[in-house]
């Protein structure tokens, strides 16, 4: 179905507030997950900059190492 199918339908079947709360639902939980990674994301950063100012190579690649497999 096409995006102006499922409009359609929702619109000729009195579902727009409907259709709307879930997809007001489905892009907070999408928020909320984003948010989580961008957290992992600026805690790997933070350790990485701590331990490059300390010159523990050996420390951030590992760190990297972690962050791929995620």
Do not use: P, W
Not at 26 to 45: C, H, T, V, W, Y
């Amino acid at each position: 179905m096409t995006k102006e199918q499922i409009v359609k339908l929702a619109v000729e079947n009195n579902l727009v507030v409907e259709v709307y709360d879930i997809l007001h639902y489905i892009m907070i939980a999408e928020l909320g997950n984003l948010q989580d990674k961008s957290d992992r994301l600026n805690s790997d950063l933070r350790l990485v900059k701590k331990f490059a100012d300390a010159n523990k190579l050996d420390v951030i690649k590992d760190i990297l190492s972690e962050s791929e497999e995620v």
